[in-house]
């Protein structure tokens, strides 16, 4: 009776992990096409939020029945990416309460055990655990790819509970970085670990099936320098003043122009 109740448990948070998968992606692309402050950006956002934070609640339950720490560590960092992006929009600029405090200490969490990993693989010491998969070669760049993106994560975090509060074009850099993060993910996910599942005769993922990722990575880069380097939120204030003196939005949530910190 436990195994069917655990097997009817299993796939159900399967075809739940994989339905709010799906809508994730159909959401963050449309969001991410959409024009920025439309009625449509922000229904695609906040559809995109829900569905992505649905995901990795199944992910990481999936991770914990069927034993997968990778996955249920991307689960969890997926989760924090949407859910700190999200409270950065919709906090009040130059504010912060417990919730990033709580995330502060979740992203030291999840660092914490890449940064000792890439210290003891860069100075041949014994690696914190033992893997099935060498640790060299693309494994070792992935390795310190992620240990570099949490440690930003985590000295981002930081300096927004010790500055009190971000706001102007940090405010906005830091909401569209984390949710374009969490879409490339999300799309890693789907084309390099669940699809080669589906498909006959493939016993891991070709690279063609890596090539997605480069679009939010690309939209990454591109909204990283539209807002920080471009002057665009003064522009978009400008351009429309009736809005100027409300709200620009972003991924379904009010973000208020403010200085620069």
């Excluded at 689960?75 to 600029?93: C, D, G, K, Q, S």
């Excluded at 906005?172 to 490339?184: D, E, F, N, S, V």
């Excluded at 990575?217 to 920080?228: E, N, P, T």
Aim: hydrophobic residues 60%.
């Amino acid at each position: 009776m436990t195994t069917v109740l655990l097997h009817a448990v299993t796939t159900l948070a399967f075809v739940l992990h994989i339905g709010a998968g799906v809508l994730g992606l159909a959401s963050g692309t449309l969001a991410a096409v959409a024009r920025k402050g439309g009625r449509l950006h922000r229904a695609a956002g906040t559809v995109f939020f829900v569905s992505m934070t649905v995901m990795a609640t199944f992910a990481a339950l999936l991770g914990v029945v069927l034993p997968d720490p990778v996955n249920l560590f991307i689960a969890v960092f997926v989760f924090y990416l949407v859910a700190t992006a999200w409270m950065t929009a919709r906090r009040e600029p130059g504010a912060i309460g417990l919730p990033e405090r709580i995330f502060l200490a979740a992203a030291v969490c999840l660092c914490a055990p890449f940064a000792i990993l890439s210290f003891q693989l860069a100075t041949g010491l014994p690696p914190l655990f033992r893997s099935t998969v060498p640790l060299r070669g693309p494994v070792l760049i992935a390795i310190y790819i992620f240990t570099l993106v949490l440690a930003i994560a985590a000295v981002s975090d930081a300096r927004v509970v010790m500055a009190g509060g971000i706001s102007g074009a940090p405010r906005i850099a830091r909401q569209l970085w984390r949710m374009c993060l969490g879409l490339t993910l999300a799309v890693g996910s789907a084309f390099t670990a669940g699809l080669p599942r589906l498909l006959p005769g493939l016993d891991h993922a070709p690279l063609v099936l890596f090539l997605p990722q480069l679009l939010p990575l690309g939209l990454l880069i591109f909204w990283m320098i539209r807002v920080r380097f471009t002057g665009w939120l003064g522009h978009q204030a400008l351009s429309s003043p009736a809005r100027s003196s409300a709200h620009v939005f972003l991924d379904g949530a009010a973000l208020h122009p403010a200085p620069d910190l």
